[in-house]
């Protein structure tokens, strides 16, 4: 899919995420759980998040592109130019969705 500039794709994917994991916490499952809480509270903020979010990647952390496609998300063509990779994931408006993909998450209650 090619939008022209980051302009069309944070008007689409008005959600934004970002997430930095220390190399000790990679590869165990914190980053999948930061998403999936992430996007129960978008699914549950009452705000208008379009078509749901999107991230960018800087182009020498490309690495991760294979874990954000496992977990959802797309490549949008454009941010190379900028020498960047632009990634989008759709969020369903119905928030029982997120939480029977992962039961361990409970909005509000501190788990």
Do not use: C
């Amino acid at each position: 899919m090619l939008l022209e500039g980051k302009s069309a794709v944070t008007a689409r994917w008005r959600a934004t995420m970002h997430i930095d994991l220390l190399p000790a916490w990679q590869g165990s499952g914190w980053g999948r759980r930061l998403i999936d809480r992430f996007i129960v509270s978008v699914q549950g903020s009452g705000q208008d998040y379009g078509e749901g979010e999107h991230i960018g990647v800087a182009g020498e952390n490309s690495k991760v592109v294979p874990f954000y496609e496992k977990v959802g998300f797309r490549v949008v063509e454009g941010g190379e130019r900028e020498g960047n990779i632009w990634m989008v994931r759709d969020i369903p408006r119905d928030s029982t969705i997120a939480q029977v993909s992962n039961p361990d998450i409970h909005v509000g209650s501190g788990k």
